[in-house]
């Protein structure tokens, strides 16, 4: 598919099982940047949004 918009960054994550900001939190940038559609622009939207919530990505990610 596409990756255009936003809407097919939601896709993804929610193929990858993220479907809340307690999945995303879960997650570094490892596991997000290996993920279809999320370059380094997203992941910093993604960052900005969470930091916003007081929240940040995982700096183990998944394997932990």
């Known amino acids: 598919g596409s ?9 993804t ?4 099982g993220v479907n809340t900001l307690g999945d995303l939190e879960r997650l570094s940038e490892k596991d997000l ?9 997203t992941l ?4 900005v949004q969470l ?10 990610g998944r394997g932990s």
Request: charged residues 25%; glycine residues 12%.
């Open 3 to 11: 990756c255009a918009g936003p809407q097919s960054v939601r896709e």
């Open 13 to 16: 994550l929610r193929q990858e």
């Open 33 to 41: 940047s290996g993920m279809q559609c999320i370059g380094r622009t």
């Open 44 to 47: 910093r939207d993604l960052s």
């Open 51 to 60: 930091h916003a919530r007081g929240l940040v990505l995982s700096r183990l």
